[in-house]
């Protein structure tokens, strides 16, 4: 056992080893559990296969916990500058989707182990436990994540349907009680709740999810201005929105739409002049002249009107998903 | 078990809830209209804060 006093080191084990004491070497300098290194490096392997470049790269280059040298150590630079050159080459190569998941799927994925980890060690779980103890602890994590991943669901929902302000006061008020808690010592796990509780109302503050419209695929065709409604809204879905039949008449017709999650597609009249004014919490907008994804999306196209000639003009809110204005003949 | 003794990463967590909470609450009654743009630095900041007082309770 190393001294407490020694400076950590990261090393391979060679009392905790399955192939080349990598994860348990990993395990005993993070403090977490060689097994979830070792599903970790297996879960690579089938999102790529990153693990496996990694892998071998630590083997390469990490000496054992009882002081024998690293194998590159006692190689030339030249065969450690190429070894290192081609793992690198190997991992960089596994780095394309969908083989690997990169941008906002990372980040979750990284939240979830973070949790997990998190729930296991708030359980007691250290490394060195026996292995029937570990798996009985690791299928509490299992239930304990499945179960508040899906209170998150949840509570995300309620948010955007309107109950977004009272969830925050819960959050606040959660807030206080874990200051109480901590103040008075009590159990870490608590926090698991409030960030059930946080998680999902910024992330649906943020996108301005609103699903308060329904769920379906509604069409409509307005014949005239008159049948124009004020608002177009839709919580969930494909909404289409077809003003191709209608006659504008002189000055600014304005066609508001909102969608929360899902696709909002408007075919505008033939000849229209449209400006289009959107905003997209993440995902897609596909205008005439404007292509843009990503989030936080405000997108302005003007349209080239002259003075007294009829102006559509299409104000959007996306949550999360696709607008797609349909103009095949442009403003006369 | 650390009963009787004040939990830093506790207290942390807790004003990063109330943090994040109150500016959820913030731009769900439209007081402010916060993007991704501000909630992510906000949630990392957080997540840091937590982080950062865990560590120095070690």
Redo the contacts between chains.
């Keep these: 056992m190393p001294e407490l006093d020694a400076p950590r080191r990261l090393t391979r084990s060679t009392s905790d080893k399955w192939i080349g004491g990598v994860a348990g070497g990993l395990g005993q300098y993070m403090g977490v559990d060689a097994t979830l290194w070792r599903v970790g490096f297996g879960v690579s392997i089938l999102f790529g296969g990153v693990g496996i470049p990694v892998y071998l790269g630590l083997l390469a280059f990490l000496p054992t916990d009882d002081g024998e040298r690293a194998w590159a150590a006692g190689r030339s630079r030249i065969t450690t500058i190429v070894l290192a050159g081609l793992l690198v080459l190997l991992a960089l190569t596994t780095f394309s989707p969908p083989s690997f998941l990169l941008g906002p799927g990372l980040f979750g994925v990284a939240a979830v182990s973070a949790l997990g980890i998190g729930l296991y060690r708030a359980f007691g779980g250290e490394r060195g436990d026996d292995p029937a103890r570990m798996i009985a602890r690791a299928t509490l994590v299992l239930i304990v994540l499945v179960a508040a991943l899906g209170a998150a669901t949840g509570i995300g929902l309620i948010?955007a349907l309107g109950g977004?302000?009272a969830?925050?006061?819960?959050?606040?008020f959660?807030?206080?009680?874990?200051?109480?808690?901590?103040?008075?010592?009590?159990p870490?796990w608590?926090?698991v709740p409030?960030i059930v509780?946080?998680?999902p109302?910024?992330?649906?503050?943020?996108?301005?999810l609103d699903l308060t419209g329904g769920v379906g695929e509604p069409r409509y065709r307005p014949a005239s201005v008159s049948e124009l409604r004020p608002e177009y809204r839709l919580g969930l879905g494909q909404m289409d929105v077809d003003l191709r039949r209608l006659t504008l008449p002189a000055g600014v017709t304005e066609v508001k739409v909102r969608v929360g999650v899902g696709e909002a597609v408007v075919h505008v009249p033939d000849g229209a002049c449209v400006t289009t004014t959107a905003h997209v919490?993440?995902g897609a907008v596909d205008a005439p002249d404007r292509v843009a994804e990503g989030?936080?999306l405000d997108v302005e196209v003007p349209a080239a009107t002259r003075p007294g000639q009829p102006e559509l003009v299409i104000r959007a809110d996306i949550g999360v998903g696709h607008l797609q204005i349909d103009h095949f003949e442009p403003c006369a | 078990m650390?009963?009787?003794?004040?939990?830093?990463?506790?207290?942390?967590?807790?004003?990063?809830?109330?943090?994040?909470?109150?500016?959820?609450?913030l731009?769900?009654?439209d007081v402010i209209?916060?993007?991704?743009?501000?909630?992510?630095p906000?949630?990392f900041a957080a997540v840091g804060l937590?982080l950062l007082a865990a560590g120095l309770s070690q």
Excluded: K, N, Q
């Design positions: 948010a977004g302000p969830i925050a006061g819960l959050s606040i959660g807030g206080f009680a874990l200051i109480g808690a901590g103040l008075l010592g009590g870490r608590l926090i409030v509780l946080v998680m109302l910024a992330v649906v503050s943020a996108a301005d919490g993440v989030r936080d | 650390r009963r009787g003794h004040a939990d830093r990463t506790l207290i942390a967590a807790g004003l990063a809830a109330i943090a994040l909470g109150g500016l959820s609450l731009d769900r009654t209209d916060i993007g991704f743009d501000y909630m992510l906000a949630i937590v």
